[in-house]
């Protein structure tokens, strides 16, 4: 079975300081692993994921994340928030196995920018 | 092109009514996913497609609940009859080749109230 815990609901930090979103999996298998953003009253849009390429992942907006596989952590973090930054997100895991194409989401966490 | 296109983008009914979601993939992408959000229970997974063809409905809470997919542009998520606990954002997602590697692209959502 795979899960994904996203360690805090809410984050706040200020504008202009770093952002850090803590999430960790668990996965049977070799898993892949998204950052996924929502903002208010949209669908999901993708910032950035991991298939076994290279640990460190760049993606949209100045996010990143690293795949530490002996921690089983996919942390998503941003050295310096804008207030467009607010938003929920969400880290996702699958299992990449042919024949499951289901996705597993984590709870959330809402990020918020004060000014 | 204009992304997963959903419609009713709001819809209030009464409690025991059909429902109706609708949902037009990407172009050319061929897997099709049905999504649930609510405050309690996070985004659940009810459905998916690959090629037209249902795969996966075990998320699908109830015999209340049926999704069709006649065509490669086109989805229908009904509920009948409807109750008050349907009221939640349902979302349609497409995918190109994999729903579990690839990048999932998320409709707006259909937002539904049922009174």
């Known amino acids: 079975a795979q899960s994904v815990t996203q360690l805090d609901s809410h984050v706040s930090v200020s504008e202009g300081t770093p952002v850090l979103l803590r999430c960790n999996y668990s996965?049977?298998?070799?898993?892949?692993l998204f950052w996924y953003v929502q903002h208010p009253n949209k669908g999901l849009q993708l910032l950035l994921k991991?298939?076994?390429?290279?640990?460190l992942v760049k993606g949209i907006n100045g996010f990143e994340a690293e795949f530490k596989k002996s921690e089983t952590s996919f942390h998503l973090t941003k050295p310096s928030a804008h207030m467009s930054d607010a938003a929920e997100y969400f880290c996702?895991?699958?299992?990449?196995?042919?024949?499951?194409?289901?996705?597993?989401f984590g709870t959330g966490t809402r990020l918020t920018i004060i000014p | 092109d204009a992304g997963v296109i959903q419609s009713p983008r709001h819809e209030v009914t009464e409690m025991g009514q059909e429902v109706t979601l609708r949902c037009k993939p990407i172009?050319?992408?061929?897997?099709l996913f049905w999504y649930r959000q609510t405050m309690m229970r996070g985004l659940e997974l009810l459905i998916y497609?690959?090629?037209?063809?249902?795969?996966?409905d075990s998320g699908m809470p109830e015999d209340r609940f049926s999704a069709k997919m006649p065509n490669a542009s086109f989805s229908t998520l009904k509920i009948q009859p409807s109750e008050p606990r349907d009221s939640a954002v349902y979302f349609c997602?497409?995918?190109?080749?994999?729903?579990?590697?690839?990048?999932?692209?998320f409709g707006p959502g259909t937002r539904l109230t049922v009174l």
């Open positions: 497609f690959n090629n037209n063809v249902p795969i996966d």
């Open positions: 991991y298939t076994s390429a290279a640990t």
């Open positions: 172009s050319g992408h061929d897997y």
């Open positions: 996965s049977s298998y070799s898993p892949s």
């Open positions: 996702v895991v699958s299992l990449s196995n042919f024949g499951n194409e289901k996705l597993t």
């Open positions: 997602a497409s995918s190109l080749y994999s729903g579990s590697t690839d990048t999932q692209y």
